[in-house]
């Protein structure tokens, strides 16, 4: 596992924490990170993707309602749903990401933290994403 999926993991349990125990986001990120032995790079990697990813989540949860309609976000699983939000935030505001990158990164999450449907649920949202995408 790459440090940088290592970092993404570690986003994504502060996002899944923050989202499902309505625990405080900052303090998540704290302990998690605390607990967590990554480089000081991916230190700043994964407080970029929390903190963005909870910045732009109402943006998210637009572009998840519009272009998943039969998907209501506040019924998707808590790991689709931080997932998406994730991704949707690399995608759109990471130009350091290449849009592939992001895409692959957000399935193998859902494979590894998902249900049986989560990874492809996840695929077919984000490559329709892909297309709002202006870069790569």
Same mark, same amino acid.
């Given at each position: 596992?790459?440090?940088?999926?290592?970092?993404? $993991?570690?986003?994504? =349990?502060?996002?899944?924490?923050?989202?499902?125990?309505?625990?405080?986001? /900052?303090?998540?990120?704290?302990?998690?990170? /605390?607990?967590?032995?990554?480089?000081?790079? +991916?230190? $700043?990697?994964?407080?970029?993707?929390?903190?963005?990813?909870? =910045?732009?989540?109402?943006?998210?949860?637009?572009?998840?309602?519009?272009? /998943?309609?039969?998907?209501? @976000?506040?019924?998707?699983?808590?790991?689709?749903?931080?997932?998406?939000?994730?991704?949707?935030?690399?995608?759109?505001?990471?130009? +350091?990401?290449?849009?592939?990158?992001?895409?692959?990164?957000?399935?193998?999450?859902? =494979?590894?933290?998902?249900?049986?449907?989560?990874?492809?649920? $996840? +695929?077919? @949202?984000?490559?329709?994403?892909?297309?709002?995408?202006?870069?790569?």
């Amino acid at each position: 596992m790459t440090k940088r999926h290592e970092a993404r $993991v570690l986003a994504l =349990k502060v996002l899944y924490e923050a989202d499902i125990a309505r625990h405080d986001a /900052a303090a998540v990120l704290d302990r998690q990170i /605390a607990g967590a032995d990554l480089p000081a790079e +991916n230190d $700043v990697f994964t407080r970029a993707l929390v903190e963005g990813a909870l =910045k732009h989540q109402a943006e998210a949860d637009g572009i998840i309602t519009r272009l /998943a309609p039969a998907y209501p @976000v506040s019924q998707l699983s808590p790991i689709d749903r931080n997932v998406l939000r994730l991704a949707i935030y690399e995608l759109f505001h990471d130009n +350091n990401v290449p849009v592939r990158v992001a895409i692959n990164e957000a399935v193998e999450l859902a =494979k590894e933290f998902g249900s049986e449907s989560s990874a492809k649920f $996840v +695929n077919g @949202v984000l490559s329709s994403v892909a297309t709002l995408v202006q870069r790569d």
